[in-house]
């Protein structure tokens, strides 16, 4: 079926969802259209609203309607994985000005194939021997400051190097030898290092060492996509699943030519390597590639300005409760989204729990555990008739724990 005849025959369909401000359609599953099973009510499973964020343990993202229309329509025919992503990576490299780039099964698996790249080049007898590195000729040292050594780097100890952690400059020179691979930057932990992205990238080139940046949640705004390309980062690692809100089990690994080719050789379907279980389908490719290209069009201040005003919304809500302040909280370098604080004056308020109360109650809704016993909440994974649900709930269980 081409694209339109899939489309008329979907807009004959009851929607199970409703199109959000942003123009977003989210249906309940992405099951056979005549199927009229509810599984979240056949399983026992429960669905609520989510005023937290687009995070793996709650299911990222909603996926764009676009994208989930691509993954429908890509599924109806065959095709080689290879040529997928030898074409979907050329466009989406053309869009985040990298040389070539592809599509991995989320941000981690970008971080580990990006490496293994890295490790064996297109050399096919290094590449099955990852990570059983001794005796391999392969380098087996990455360098990065110990500020960015958290529990992602796991994805780099995975193929079998070992990380070297500085903290200044002098630290860096006197760590580089013969074993050093790579040298990795975290960039959401970039202002808690003494080594700043311009000075980290100086350093490599004058050692000739291939350098890899994680950016996987730094969206928005979109000009990070090719902002650490610009800047001469060799490899960037991003997910497909948060803001983007392409298909969760998504990523990108984009960066120089040989690098994308040589990670290629430790992703499927090349063979039973360690990047085998990082399988990635053509209906996958093609979805995050609507998201991403979606995403860039987006009017990104027009949306901003969207997120602010439901954020006001539910801060009006619950500033109205005597004993309640609502306040934006400074923006990270991660997630960068509106995030409003909900506290309360606990001697007039008698609330230990909201966040458990909210996830308990009717409808369930989900936000974030603040400082002291407050709740942090944002609209950007909300739907536009959600918006007052929230904020009048927040209001009534704070009202309710007046003493």
């Known amino acids: 079926m081409k694209r339109r005849e899939i489309l008329k025959t979907l807009s004959m369909l009851p929607l199970a969802g409703a199109i959000g401000n942003s123009g ?10 005549a199927s009229k099973r509810d599984l979240f009510k056949e399983f026992g499973i429960r669905t609520f609203i989510n005023a937290s964020g687009y995070f793996t343990s709650l299911s990222g993202s909603l996926m ?18 290879e040529d997928v992503q030898d074409k979907v990576g050329e466009r989406i ?38 990570p059983r590195l001794e005796g ?34 002098e630290d860096l020179e006197k760590a580089i030898s013969e074993k050093t691979a790579m040298m990795y930057f975290i960039n959401y932990q970039s202002s808690l290092g ?17 350098t890899m940046i994680d950016m996987a949640a730094d969206l928005p705004p979109k000009e990070n996509l090719w ?59 093609f979805g995050l590639y609507i998201a991403l290209e979606h995403f860039i069009n987006t009017d990104q201040e027009k949306e901003w300005k969207m997120l602010e005003d439901r954020i006001a919304v539910i801060a009006k809500e619950a500033a109205s409760v005597p004993g309640v302040k609502a306040e934006l909280i400074p923006l990270p370098l991660i997630n960068r989204i509106p995030t409003l604080n909900i506290s309360w004056d606990k001697s007039k ?44 709930r927040i209001r009534e269980e704070l009202f309710k724990a007046l003493v």
């Open 349 to 392: 308020i008698k609330l230990e729990n909201l966040a458990a109360v909210l996830r308990n109650g009717n409808p369930s809704i989900e936000v974030m555990g603040g400082q002291g016993g407050s709740i942090n909440v944002t609209s950007h994974m909300l739907k536009k008739d959600e918006v007052k649900i929230v904020a009048s």
């Open 227 to 285: 902002k650490f390309h610009d800047m001469g980062f060799d490899l960037v690692c991003v997910s497909g699943g948060k803001f983007m809100r392409g298909p969760q089990s998504t990523g990108i690994l984009s960066g120089k030519k040989e690098l994308i080719a040589a990670a290629r050789m430790s992703a499927p379907p090349r063979g039973s390597n360690i990047g085998r279980g990082m399988k990635v389908n053509k209906e996958e490719i």
């Open 24 to 33: 977003s359609l989210v249906t309940s599953a992405q099951a056979a259209p």
């Open 194 to 210: 003494k080594i700043q992205h311009k000075e980290w990238l100086e350093l490599a080139r004058k050692h000739r060492i291939p």
């Open 93 to 130: 490299a053309s869009l985040l000005h990298a040389e070539s780039a592809m599509v991995t099964a989320g941000a981690f698996s970008a971080l580990m194939l990006g490496t293994a790249g890295v490790l064996s080049g297109t050399d096919q007898k290094k590449v099955s021997q990852i």
């Open 136 to 169: 391999s000729g392969m380098k087996t040292e990455v360098i990065l400051q110990k500020a960015h050594n958290d529990g992602y780097a796991h994805a780099l100890t995975n193929c079998g190097v070992k990380l070297i952690t500085v903290e200044t400059v």
């Open 64 to 81: 764009q309607h676009d994208a989930a229309d691509a993954i429908r329509e890509t599924a109806t025919s065959f095709c080689r994985l």
